[in-house]
């Protein structure tokens, strides 16, 4: 782990991340030899992230030639202008952010139980309010389903997380960005506004 104010290792807060974030980007190894970026759905189980997909297409080839991927979870938060830091300098000008990278080795699943778990754990996330049949291996309603998709797991083998919501300023200037903030009250601003609050309270 770098060094550095802005990264943590803290378990928590990489699973609050992880847990919250809808789309989540994995790079992989193409087999001609160039990187791509894939952007997903995604949802932690324990330690690992699993994913869905075609048992086709380019994505899936690639995942077949080289396990080795990069996963990133980015959650953008304020932009704050160079002007709520100094009068004159431009340099102070940034965005709040928290992110999660991965590396490590990808699998495919292919025990049915596990794949209808997962697929049940996807629906789960981004589709709390229910509204369908649950998903089990043995319903024929799903044969076909679980049959064309690939379910794709990843282990990570290097974690590095970076939140940066101000902690890096003294506490009364982190209190007149929470006002500025709350004050603009635009797009994520208060939700920022919280990020920025809660290193007060850890006495950060």
Do not use: C
Request: proline share 3%; aromatic share 8%; charged share 30%.
């Amino acid at each position: 782990m770098k060094q550095n104010e802005f990264y943590t290792d803290d378990i928590k807060t990489i699973r609050e991340i992880l847990d919250t974030a809808e789309v989540g980007y994995m790079g992989v190894l193409t087999p001609d030899g160039y990187p791509r970026v894939v952007p997903v759905n995604f949802v932690r189980v324990g330690e690992i992230i699993y994913l869905h997909g075609a048992n086709e297409g380019e994505k899936y080839e690639s995942l077949k030639a080289s396990d080795k991927v990069t996963f990133l979870v980015s959650v953008p938060l304020s932009v704050i202008p160079s002007y709520w830091i100094s009068v004159k300098s431009a340099g102070g000008a940034t965005q709040f952010f928290k992110s999660v990278q991965m590396n490590g080795r990808a699998f495919f699943v292919e025990a049915l139980t596990e794949k209808a778990a997962v697929l049940q754990k996807l629906m789960d996330k981004y589709q709390p309010e229910g509204g369908f049949k649950e998903i089990t291996h043995n319903d024929k309603m799903y044969t076909n389903l679980l049959k064309n998709t690939a379910v794709i797991g990843i282990r990570a083998e290097k974690v590095t997380v970076k939140v940066k919501v101000g902690q890096q300023y003294p506490e009364e200037r982190r209190r007149a960005l929470i006002e500025k903030l709350e004050d603009r009250d635009r797009g994520v601003d208060r939700a920022t506004a919280e990020e920025v609050r809660k290193t007060l309270l850890q006495g950060r």
